[in-house]
């Protein structure tokens, strides 16, 4: 039984969340065959249950305002080139996009899909980004039950 066979990639869609997506891709030779891709937002106009699958519930997402039905459409746009990109490296992929809090959904995928590692970037976008890890990473990483894989910034 391969160590790292199914993986969680959690992205921002920021630069380094992009670096982050190479290792995703290199965990391949460590006997990868499956990544679940997750992104979560906190960011719509109205409220929705915690951890609403924007993808898979379809009725909620037509109740949405047409702003956010725009922003939805545009990440999962995002995550089906991402998909393919993946796919392209024969792997497995299953697409995520979830409502609420970030680190919390981003753990509760990890668990219900029993994978083997998190894969993500060190920091988004923030100005302190150099220095620190950010508010995400730091969540995840005391919350999960499997190894973290924190990717800094590509090295020069
Ligand atoms: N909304 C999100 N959905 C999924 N993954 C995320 C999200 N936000 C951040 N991440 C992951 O966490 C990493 C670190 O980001 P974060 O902790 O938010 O740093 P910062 O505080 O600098 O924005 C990102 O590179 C990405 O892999
Ligand atoms: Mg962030």
Do not use: W
């Not at 997750?38 to 719509?44: A, F, G, M, N, P």
């Not at 590692?117 to 976008?125: D, L, S, T």
């Amino acid at each position: 039984m391969p160590l790292f066979k199914k993986t969680l990639y959690s992205t921002d869609f920021s630069p380094l969340a992009e670096v982050a997506l190479d290792y995703v891709k290199k965990l391949k030779e460590a006997g990868e065959e499956e990544v679940v891709v997750v992104h979560v937002v906190d960011d719509l106009s109205v409220e929705l249950p915690d951890g609403t699958d924007l993808i898979k519930e379809k009725d909620v997402f037509k109740i949405l305002p047409e702003v956010d039905q725009e922003y939805v459409v545009n990440l999962i746009e995002k995550l089906n080139s991402i998909k393919e990109i993946l796919e392209d490296e024969n792997l497995k992929v299953k697409l995520y996009l979830k409502y609420g809090n970030i680190p919390k959904q981003i753990v509760s995928v990890a668990d219900e899909e029993s994978v083997n590692i998190i894969v993500m970037g060190a920091h988004g976008k923030g100005l302190l980004s150099e220095i620190l890890l950010g508010s995400v990473s730091t969540d995840v990483i005391r919350h999960a039950k499997c190894p973290v894989l924190i990717v800094k910034k590509r090295e020069e």
